[in-house]
């Protein structure tokens, strides 16, 4: 931990990783997302060894969902997306994989969230945009989280960007966080590593850190 100016500079992951200064964000580990990843028993698995370390640890938890909207409710951006993903041209094809309450919109039943923990929804990759997430860190006095879900490259590391723009500090644990297309994932993972903001670390390296400092 370096120091300048009276504030303190986090540079390692020992310096944030404790339950009174990070949360866990589990990102979209729902079932509709899960079973497009070619490891996703392996994601899910690994993800539920950081989730319950984390509860151990006394760790803030919170969820990430994404939501798809109705047509109706769709704009430019909402269909691009979709017609993106989806692999068509015409609109009106649109199929909304993600609708409240739908089958494919549930968190995976291995990582059910407890009444002490919270799931946001989403309709964007970035997990801070439109949602209170970055609200709930910042008031209970957090300065930087872990995430581990699906996927890497489509919104893992857009969340992480977006949290170094408002000060926060990401904590990627690469083997809990599943890719659709793993070249594509890599060189997220080497955009960040360029980048310098983000901390990035493996979930065994991750727990054992935290088992050494649960809230008492």
């Given at each position: 931990m370096q120091r300048a100016h009276g504030i303190l500079i986090p540079q390692s992951l020992e310096d944030v990783c404790h339950p009174l200064r990070m949360a866990l964000i589990v990102y979209d580990?729902?079932?509709g997302i899960v079973r497009q990843l070619k490891d996703g028993a392996a994601i899910v698995e690994r993800a539920v060894q950081v989730v319950n370390a984390a509860r151990e640890a006394g760790m803030r938890v919170i969820f990430m969902r994404h939501m798809s909207l109705p047509p109706k409710l769709m704009g430019a951006s909402q269909f691009r997306m979709a017609m993106a993903w989806q692999r068509i041209d015409d609109p009106s094809q649109v199929k909304p994989w993600f609708l409240r309450d739908s089958p494919a919109f549930a968190i995976v039943p291995e990582l059910t969230p407890r009444p002490d923990e919270v799931i946001f929804d989403k309709i964007t990759m970035s997990a801070f945009e439109g949602t209170p997430l970055a609200i709930v860190l910042r008031d209970t006095g957090l300065a930087a989280f872990a995430i581990v879900g699906a996927a890497m490259?489509?919104?893992i590391e857009p969340t992480a960007r977006h949290a170094a723009d408002i000060g926060l500090i990401p904590v990627i644990i690469r083997d809990a966080c599943g890719a659709g297309n793993?070249?594509?994932a890599?060189?997220?993972l080497e955009?960040?590593?360029?980048?310098?903001?983000a901390i990035q670390t493996d979930s065994d390296t991750f727990c054992r850190l935290l088992a050494q400092n649960p809230i008492r």
């Open positions: 580990m729902q079932v490259e489509v919104g793993k070249a594509a890599e060189r997220s955009s960040l590593a360029f980048a310098g903001d």
